[in-house]
Antibody, heavy 119, light 107 residues
Framework: QVQLQESGPGLVKPSETLSLTCTVPGDSISRYYWSWIRQPPGRGLEWIGYIFHSGNIDYNPSLKSRLTISIDTSKNQVSLRLTSVTAADTAIYYC?????????????WGQGTLVTVSS | DIQMTQSPSSLSASVGDRVTITCRASQSISSYLSWYQQKPGTAPKVLIYAASSLQSGVPSRFSGSGSATDFTLTISSLQPEDFATYYCQQSYSSPWTFGQGTKVEVK
């Protein structure tokens, strides 16, 4: 079983920066694409972006101007940084692994971490 | 962005029922379609990928079909553990997008 673990502050003030880390299995970080996905409470799923260790990155255009996803293979971590947050960024944030197939789907997910944007 | 529309948004069913959920894409996505199941308080779990391929470990009562713009997830005989919310997701073009979800409730 592949275990992914998100971590980071559960509360962020409006206009500040949301920063999360996902720890992934060390033997796989350089072999897979890693994504962030979020889900506002009681609502649907939104893909945020993905990264590959080579530097291949893709962001959802709706967040691109505020978003940075990075990878640190030495620490087995994938990170998300979202600036200038508002209440609309309140959500459960998941990291997920993209399966090695032509079709991009997520075969393993972290348990998710709730981030609330509030003063 | 490609819009994914699921129907119905919710349905009520009984154990043993055959359940069908539909997902429609706003443009052709070939077979770049996956289905997920999500139970309250847990992360989504993939059931079907490439429109009709069953993910390893998923019971065979789940099946997927369709191509281009119209897709279906079928549960052949609903089990107690299948009451959950189901999402479709396209990966034909970025940004990858999900349907709004279909909640399967107890009748």
């Amino acid at each position: 079983q592949v275990q992914l673990q998100e971590s980071g502050p559960g509360l962020v003030k409006p206009s500040e920066t949301l920063s999360l880390t996902c720890t992934v299995p060390g033997d796989s970080i350089s072999r897979y694409y890693w994504s962030w996905i979020r889900q506002p409470p009681g609502r649907g799923l939104e893909w945020i972006g993905y990264i590959f260790h080579s530097g291949n990155i893709d962001y959802n255009p709706s967040l691109k101007s505020r978003l940075t996803i990075s990878i640190d293979t030495s620490k087995n971590q994938v990170s998300l940084r979202l600036t200038s947050v508002t209440a609309a960024d309140t959500a459960i944030y998941y990291c997920a692994r993209k399966a090695i197939t032509m079709v991009h789907y997520f075969d393993y997910w972290g348990q998710g971490t709730l981030v609330t944007v509030s003063s | 962005d490609i819009q994914m529309t699921q129907s119905p948004s919710s349905l009520s069913a009984s154990v043993g029922d055959r359940v069908t959920i539909t997902c429609r894409a706003s443009q052709s996505i070939s077979s770049y379609l996956s289905w997920y199941q999500q139970k309250p308080g847990t992360a989504p779990k993939v059931l079907i990928y490439a429109a009709s391929s069953l993910q390893s470990g998923v019971p065979s009562r789940f099946s997927g079909s369709g191509s281009a713009t119209d897709f279906t997830l079928t549960i052949s005989s609903l089990q107690p553990e299948d009451f959950a919310t189901y999402y479709c997701q396209q990966s034909y073009s970025s940004p990858w997008t999900f349907g709004q979800g279909t909640k399967v409730e107890v009748k």
